[in-house]
């Protein structure tokens, strides 16, 4: 049973990874993005494609995917200078279906339709954290966390910083923020890479992680699950992306954790995962927890009563 | 809304109480697993096999199953996906304990999850993943479906050899199966002396095939293979009829799915596929066929067959090799790999089965076509060394 | 003639299947380009609308089809499957606008986008609990041998797609430019509130709405029947298609969305045909011109750039 959890919390990591990504440019730039899964797999085949051809490290093919992927991130986030709204997700979705059909067709580097399945296991202080072991479970659960915690923690300092003012402002009005002096272009590119790699990061974990992956994975429905985990959770709000990420994968899992998975036809499982979706939404529209707004008036208030006495 | 979650919960339930229990008389024994794509666009594939494992496992707790314990199956869905397989195996692995699985159904989810089994002693036998690496990935993996290469190398000799076909056009879709079979093929009638004309590609979920079809018919091709799921397959006749292709269809196991013969009506007909040999002399395969017929109202398709025969051989397997001891039963799962390897022509409703090795099926191929709505054996083959030899 | 070093008879019969997958496309799209026009949001349910629309017309055609009957009978009971499914599908239309994103309609703009994602799994999953997961075979009202026009095959199915497509396109425009309903959903779809100033009942027109867009899906969806069978996630890849013609030509734009459908359509079959490479890379061709059609017409091809002021 330990291990199955393990395996749920490994994936949860790996996308509340991407969703901590995809959340500073939908949730706290405004940019509404549907192709964060078409990062995931340029981190994902990076990651196998270099450790088999070059016999590298994970470690270090992990922080390349992450650089890759933000190349991409760069290349998608110069239409965003043009496009407004809907107008740039459908951009981005077409941007992650590209990736998604070029990885299908070039057969000779990603091996097309087969996917890469010998992906050599990952090192961790030369203990070797291979997916069929019981033993490297709760060290993969560890260090995806790790790394979680830390993108976490790197996405607070930055949003609590300049950037993370001017990035709200470019969200509530990107004319009035032009206006103000915001570079916007500069911050938005900026966003999109960012999200972009930590997009590539949690693919080359999954790519470690699985050891295996083939390219029906990362599909437009990955790119939407993701964006729900932002949605659900409450947009702009890296804590409650990590909450979505957790919800929503253990809502698709629900059935199989409570053993009823083999007992009810699967289409129920997917049904009551789509009744989930549709409840959470209607009650609670802006998320679960929501945007935490730094209210400036009661902060402002509090300093001149401080100063007062 | 409320009242639709009601209905949701009560046929929950319902199904819950409807298919829960193993069976009345017997104890509870040891377990099963079934792994494939029950939801999602290649659903259907999943379902035709796990019924057919339904069916096997059935059978065993009929017949009172093992001094008095009976067998389980476990259906998982990992709607053909790496990222849905890891999580079943595990549950299958670490909740369920299951001692076999049958599955994955696709080739890339097996070989994603095959580690995990051979690490867990569970022996694995995949009804349908042909992709050639699939046997080494351990030892507790098997397959009794013919691979890829054995499949095309058969298919493509009997086409340029012996239909004497001088031209190919080969239109496949962008899966595992479809392509490697198509490559495959390719590579084989090359080096018998065939020409490949065209060689085209669509997407899975494609239903469209005019554009392609229409760049084959300029190229004239005298023959096209078309290796893919029927769905597919369907498609291709009807479009390549009207665009006025004239070139003979051929295909494989994919279809054998008897829904073609509804979805493509006397289009089907004529169309020459490769499959198991089906054993002349035995009638496992009609018995297995009305009696899968008569529970589930519909027909199972060849990757079915192997479903089944793969569940009986592990059910046969577990009868050889399990003890009873102080009332509890007790399976060793390294004996049980090696009864299951022990596998000689095996009597399935599939055809004769026999693993090699490394777990991989030896059987012969047969040459199956379509008549008159009927799926029909018009010849069998078995390769030796590099030749083709005809068997009566 | 040759273009592009290919045969200009085939390259005409690219273009007809081209326009016919276009059709399709187009006659979906004005779903997606309705709704969005008038509630600002993506329908993502659009698609599986159509699925159901298209099992309500193969239960109620293959229930009562009898060859035998002869073939008025037959085309009878094919436009009575077609009503049926118009309706059954902007009953549902209706229905799952006031049960999932009317409690919606002030909450944060992706909120309803989540809540339609939610419907379309459920509605997929439904209809493959219920109807069974294999696909279905629509059989053709009428003899579908193909037409011969010189080397130029074309189907009687086809020439019906391009008809019908042609037919509601035009329908729906006129019903929107010159009836009244048509000016209402016109002004609600500009300004919501003083719409309603002027006596306009909103909810009804957003009900009208999606109403006539399920039912445009329905239209689409027996046709794709026809064309490509019955089956649970029909209207899956083809609503996404849909999506992004809708917003090719212009997202709340009636006219955009028809030419976006037939552009898409286009694109697919010719853009790897004259680039010469396998077909399998349709969508990398087709999506790449889309995005540059995009950065060249940031807001659709047939809608004015509007520049944003303070």
């Not at chain 1, 797999?41 to 390349?64: C, D, P, Q």
């Not at chain 3, 997606?32 to 659009?46: C, D, E, P, Q, S």
């Not at chain 3, 500009?190 to 867009?213: D, E």
Request: a positive charge; aromatic letters at 10%.
């Amino acid at each position: 049973m330990e291990n199955f959890i393990f395996v749920i919390l490994i994936y949860t990591g790996i996308y509340a990874i991407a969703a901590l990504g995809l959340n500073l440019v939908v949730g706290y730039t405004g940019l509404l993005s549907l192709c964060q899964a078409g990062f995931i797999a340029i981190g994902a085949y990076t990651t196998a494609i270099i450790m088999n051809a070059f016999n590298t490290g994970f470690w270090e093919s992990m922080l390349l995917s992450g650089l890759v992927a933000a190349l991409f991130g760069f290349i998608i986030g110069m239409p965003t200078l043009r496009l407004r709204g809907d107008y740039l997700a459908i951009a981005t979705l077409g941007f992650g279906e590209i990736v998604q059909n070029v990885i299908m067709n070039w057969d000779s580097v990603t091996n097309g339709p087969m996917g890469i399945h010998s992906i050599p296991e990952p090192k961790l202080f030369g203990m070797a954290l291979s997916a069929s072991s019981d033993q490297a479970k709760p060290l993969w659960v560890l260090t995806i966390w790790i790394i979680a915690a830390l993108s976490y923690y790197l996405i607070r300092r930055l949003i609590r910083s300049r950037v993370g003012r001017a990035l709200e402002a470019i969200r509530e009005d990107e004319i009035a923020a032009s206006s103000m002096g915001i570079n916007t272009a500069k911050y938005k590119v900026g966003v999109f890479i960012a999200g972009a790699s930590l997009g590539g990061i949690a693919g080359s974990l999954y790519a470690g992680y699985s050891q295996a992956i083939a390219p029906l994975t990362f599909n437009f429905m990955m790119s939407i699950m993701i964006l729900c985990m932002v949605v659900l959770g409450g947009l702009g709000n890296s804590f409650a992306t990590v909450i979505g990420a957790i919800i929503i994968t253990i809502a698709s899992e629900l059935p199989r954790l409570i053993g009823i998975s083999h007992r009810i036809p699967p289409q129920l499982n997917q049904v009551l995962f789509g009744c989930i979706l549709v409840f959470m939404m209607i009650y609670r529209p802006q998320g679960i927890i929501g945007r935490i707004k730094l209210n400036y008036a009661k902060i402002l208030k509090e300093e001149i009563l401080h100063t007062e006495k | 809304m409320k009242k639709l979650l009601v209905v949701i919960f009560s046929l929950m339930l319902l199904s819950f109480f409807a298919c829960g229990k193993p069976s009345d008389t017997l104890k509870p024994g040891f377990k099963i697993g079934f792994m494939g794509p029950l939801t999602g666009d290649d659903a259907n594939y999943g379902k035709l096999m796990s019924q057919a494992s339904k069916i096997a496992i059935e059978e065993f707790n009929e017949k009172g199953g093992f001094r008095g314990f009976g067998a389980e199956l476990i259906v998982e869905d990992t709607q053909g996906r790496v990222e849905k397989g890891n999580p079943a195996i595990e549950k299958l692995a670490g909740v369920d304990k299951v001692i076999g699985i049958i599955g994955d159904v696709f080739s890339t989810v097996s070989l994603a999850v095959a580690p995990k089994a051979e690490a867990a002693k569970i022996v694995m036998i995949s009804p349908s993943s042909t992709h050639k690496d699939l046997p080494d990935k351990g030892k507790f993996i098997f397959r009794d479906v013919i691979n890829d290469d054995l499949q095309a190398v058969v298919f493509a000799k009997y086409l340029a050899n012996v239909e004497k076909v001088k031209t190919l056009a080969i239109l496949y879709i962008k899966n595992d199966y479809s392509q490697a079979l198509a490559k495959a093929v390719q590579d084989q009638y090359e080096k018998e002396g065939g020409k490949v004309v065209a060689s085209e590609t669509g997407l899975q979920g494609d239903k469209d095939f005019k554009t392609q079809l229409t760049k084959i018919k300029s190229k004239n091709p005298e023959a096209l293979y078309i290796p893919n799921y029927v769905a597919e397959i369907a498609q291709i006749l009807e479009q390549a009829k009207q665009l006025g292709i004239n070139a003979k269809i051929y295909s494989a196991d994919g279809f054998s799915q008897p829904q073609i013969l509804e979805l493509a009506g006397s289009l089907a007909n004529g169309v020459i596929y490769t499959q198991i040999a089906e054993q002349p002399a035995s009638n496992a395969r009609k018995t297995f066929e009305a009696k899968y017929e008569k529970k589930w109202g519909e027909k199972p398709d060849a990757f079915s067959l192997n479903a089944y025969d793969g569940t009986n051989i592990i059910l046969n397997s577990v009868v050889a090799t399990a003890e009873v001891i102080d009332g509890n039963l007790k399976i060793d799962r390294d004996k049980l790999r090696d009864e299951v390897a022990k596998t000689k022509n095996y009597d399935g409703a599939s055809g004769k089965i026999t693993f090699t090795e490394n777990g991989d099926l030896v059987a012969n191929i047969g040459i199956y076509t379509v008549e008159n709505q009927k799926f029909k054996q018009i010849r069998m083959f078995k390769l030796e060394g590099q030749k083709l030899v005809e068997l009566k | 003639m040759n273009f592009f070093n290919i045969p200009s008879n085939e390259l005409l019969q690219h273009l007809i299947n081209g326009l016919t997958l276009g059709a399709i496309y187009s006659l979906i799209a004005l779903g997606y380009t309705m709704v969005y026009g008038i509630l600002k949001f993506i329908n993502f349910a659009h698609g599986e609308i159509l699925m159901i629309g298209a099992y309500a017309a193969y239960y109620f055609y293959s229930f009562l089809y009898d060859p035998a009957k002869g073939s008025s009978f037959i085309m009878a009971i094919f436009i009575a499957a077609l009503l049926i499914a118009m309706f059954a599908s902007a009953a549902l239309g209706v229905l799952i606008e006031r049960f999932a994103y009317k409690p919606l309609r002030k909450a944060p703009r992706l909120a309803p986008l989540l809540s339609a994602i939610g419907v379309s799994i459920i509605l997929a999953n439904l209809a493959a609990l219920f109807f069974g997961t294999k696909s279905r075979k629509f059989e053709y009202p009428f003899d579908n041998t193909i037409i011969q026009i010189g080397s130029l095959n074309i189907t009687p199915n086809q020439v019906m797609i391009l008809g019908v497509g042609f037919v509601m396109m035009v329908s729906l425009k006129l019903f929107i430019d010159k009836t009244k309903l048509g000016k209402a959903m016109r002004a609600t779809s500009q300004n919501q509130p003083v719409a309603s100033l002027m006596g306009i009942n909103i909810n009804r027109i957003i009900s009208l709405t999606f109403a006539i867009g399920s039912a445009l899906a329905a239209v689409a969806g027996v046709l794709m029947a026809l064309e490509f069978k019955v089956y649970p996630t029909m209207g899956t890849m083809a609503g996404l298609k849909a999506f992004i013609a809708a917003v090719v030509g212009g997202i709340g734009n009636i006219n955009g969305a028809m030419v976006g459908g037939i552009i898409l359509g286009l694109l697919e079959t010719f853009g790897v045909v004259i680039l010469g490479i396998p077909q399998g890379l349709k969508d990398t061709i087709a999506f790449t011109v889309l995005i540059l059609i995009l950065l060249f017409r940031p807001s659709g091809i047939l809608l004015k750039n509007i520049k944003e002021k303070v």
